[in-house]
């Protein structure tokens, strides 16, 4: 009973501790009608905020608000709640209105929304039935004038009387030059209008984001929305199912500019286009000498991902940083716009002690200020103090993770019951083995085993663990047959060995260029498998690039 109150503690600590980051943010349209209302939402997820302040809504008329309401869920052992504060607000006259900054305060930090910008357009404008249709259809873009790789989204408003339905499936062009991305959020009310001094209800139809592959005039061709009217039925026995009429709605073409970055390009630019904020910490801000330094990156952004490298870094020269990993990838619907999130882990070791700076570099091109623009990231301080070499610990310290397991907890109970049998049973054959007699032959041959043998000879427990695909536990058992034999090759105690130290060593005995690059290989990689668990390439090929380098250093002086 104790065991599963555990088990049931530990589970839901762990899904506190990973419930999911929290986020401040405004949904508000693009576009909306004079003299029409329409709504707006400041949203906050996965936090409980106080001092809520919301901005002054100059030019346009608040009909209501604030209404708050609370949304919670769980979905596969994660938890997220939601707070959304809405407004319905309305404007006059065409135009362009901004909504300022809302605040909130969440666990003693204050959070700020981004401005908004909404266009507000005349009702009447590019709006008219034809043939005497219960609807209409209009194509409304987020602009007319872009530049590549800028999020463009067209946003597919119908508007009706009456009672009609989609009959079949939209038919979308093939958007030439856009790579597409479908937006969710079908079936949303947008306000509605009045043409021809009737009026008519508005919903969101479908919604694309498009990201232009190339430049110059691109246009985007109609779509078509096969629909049905529900008709009057003065005839029930004719028409059992009621009475229908079928048609179609054909959304005007609309053309798009689309104008190159401007040049020259720079060094650091990441390749995206729009807007992008992120941060960057450390999991461990002190460290041994080369011991590992886990450097954490996250960016978010509403640009093309399909375009963006990984962050750069910006390090000394006693740093050296491994290729960036991408831990987590993850796209979203916020604000009617498809963002994306980008978390990145980098392993950095240091092979000489001190207190170093580590600069993260992202440059992206900012379509608000229409210029290149770096993400605003304070360089992270790390401190590195002498201590026991990383590589050559009995059991390395791996990068920190957050809450525990409830697999973890299950699996190591299955190892223990497994543990405990192991001995039973080795405890219960035991007597038959000590009622024989001894063996000189058999004493012998296993006293001939264990004498010391040739750095070669010793490979053979190698080969196994590399034929089982145990290759954690070959990378460890490499390390240490290498540290050893380079101690007392060197004459060198564990907390000396340190790269430069190794290095100078093996020059002073006269290894060349071409040994010390052949360590170097190995030691990067055994570290990369050990501290930073990232897979080794080539197992077979490590394997024998170590025992090159083992004959060779044997046969120093």
Not at 134 to 141: D, G, N, Q, S, Y
Not at 390 to 413: A, E, F, I, W
Request: net charge neutral; charged share 20%.
């Amino acid at each position: 009973m104790r065991c599963l109150w555990l088990i049931w503690f530990f589970l839901h600590a762990s899904q506190i501790l990973w419930s999911q980051s929290t986020q401040w943010y405004l949904e508000a349209p693009k576009q909306a009608y004079a003299r029409g209302p329409f709504e707006i939402s400041f949203v906050l997820e996965n936090g409980k905020g106080t001092k809520v302040g919301f901005p002054d809504f100059k030019n346009l008329e608040v009909l209501a608000g604030p209404s708050v309401s609370n949304q919670y869920a769980n979905i596969n052992g994660k938890e997220s709640h939601t707070t959304t504060y809405s407004f319905h607000l309305r404007a006059d006259q065409p135009g362009v209105v901004i909504i300022g900054e809302a605040s909130i305060v969440v666990n003693g930090k204050s959070l700020k929304t981004r401005p908004a910008t909404i266009q507000i357009i005349k009702q009447e404008e590019g709006l008219q039935t034809k043939d005497g249709l219960p609807a209409f259809v209009k194509l409304m873009v987020s602009d007319h004038t872009i530049y590549k790789g800028q999020q463009l989204v067209a946003a597919y408003h119908l508007y009706y009387r009456g009672n009609i339905g989609f009959e079949d499936a939209i038919q979308h062009p093939p958007f030439n030059g856009f790579s597409a991305k479908a937006l969710d959020v079908k079936n949303e009310n947008v306000p509605g209008i009045q043409v021809g001094g009737k009026p008519y209800e508005g919903v969101l139809a479908d919604a694309v984001a498009l990201f232009p592959k190339t430049t110059g005039k691109l246009k985007i061709d109609p779509s078509y929305f096969p629909m049905k009217e529900r008709l009057p039925n003065d005839d029930p026995w004719a028409y059992p199912f009621g009475r229908y009429r079928s048609f179609q709605l054909v959304t005007d073409a609309e053309q798009i500019e689309v104008k190159p970055l401007p040049l020259p390009l720079p060094a650091d630019f990441n390749g995206v286009v729009g807007k992008y904020e992120g941060n960057a910490s450390l999991v461990n801000n002190s460290v041994h000498q080369n011991q590992t330094i886990n450097l954490r990156i996250e960016v978010t952004g509403n640009g093309d991902p399909s375009v963006m490298s990984p962050p750069k870094l910006k390090i000394p020269s006693v740093l050296e940083a491994y290729p960036p990993k991408l831990i987590h990838e993850e796209s979203r619907i916020q604000n009617q716009e498809w963002v994306h999130q980008h978390i990145w882990e980098v392993p950095i070791t240091a092979s000489d002690t001190g207190h170093f700076a580590i600069e993260v570099l992202f440059e992206y091109f900012d379509t608000e200020q229409k210029s290149y623009k770096k993400l605003d990231l304070e360089p992270l301080k790390v401190e590195v103090v002498a201590g026991n070499s990383r590589v050559n610990s009995d059991q390395p310290d791996l990068p920190t993770k957050r809450g525990l397991n409830m697999y973890l907890v299950v699996g190591c109970t299955l190892i223990g019951l497994a543990v405990g049998a192991f001995v039973y049973f080795s405890r219960k054959n035991q007597p038959q083995e000590k009622n024989k007699g001894p063996n000189p032959a058999i004493d012998h041959h296993v006293e001939s085993q264990i004498q010391p043998s040739g750095a070669v000879d010793r490979f053979d427990s190698l080969e196994t663990l590399l034929q089982q695909g145990r290759i954690y536990k070959l990378s460890e058992s490499l390390s240490s047959m290498i540290n050893e034999d380079l101690q007392a090759k060197l004459g060198l105690d564990k907390e000396q060995m340190v790269l430069h130290l190794i290095i100078q060593k093996l020059k002073q005995k006269g290894g060349d260029a071409t040994l010390i690059s052949l360590y170097t290989s190995i030691r990067h990689e055994l570290e990369a498998s050990l501290y930073a668990k990232m897979t080794i390439g080539d197992p077979e090929k490590l394997l024998s690039k170590s025992k090159e380098f083992l004959t060779r250093l044997g046969s120093l002086p």
